[in-house]
């Protein structure tokens, strides 16, 4: 009975591990555009979007895991009902809505290429 016990608890250990391990590798192992997202950032380049927006996943789709280094800003309410005071204060009124460190602001999905060319950020 003990084996049995020691054989389960080995399993789903082993189980749990490699879940972990490969969430971890999806979210978080390197992507080509890791450096072109932070470049977006460093230079002042900010994208607000919703939660919601089905053009904001897209857009962010388009970076895979540098995603997570997208000067994002993000508009929603967390029940999806009202847009945030901050938004609200920049005149986003359309998601996505990125505003560039000239002024200049572009409503809707953007090409990364387009993307390179208004901020100065070289792609891969």
Not at 29 to 43: G, N, R, T, V
Not at 53 to 70: T, V, Y
Not at 71 to 97: A, F, M, W
Request: proline share 5%; aromatic share 14%; charged share 20%.
């Amino acid at each position: 009975m003990d084996k049995i016990k020691i054989i389960i608890a080995f399993l789903i250990i082993t189980v749990g591990a490699a879940i972990v391990g490969f969430w971890l590798w999806q979210n978080f192992h390197p992507s080509q555009y890791d450096d072109f997202a932070k470049c977006l950032s460093d230079k002042g380049v900010k994208f607000y979007g919703a939660f919601w927006c089905s053009h904001c996943q897209a857009e962010k789709a388009l970076f895979g895991n540098a995603k997570r280094f997208l000067p994002y800003v993000e508009c929603s309410t967390p029940d999806g009902n009202r847009e945030l005071q901050t938004c609200i204060d920049k005149g986003v009124t359309s998601y996505p809505t990125w505003v560039f460190p000239d002024g200049t602001t572009q409503v809707g999905e953007m090409s990364l290429q387009e993307l390179a060319g208004k901020s100065g950020c070289a792609l891969p």
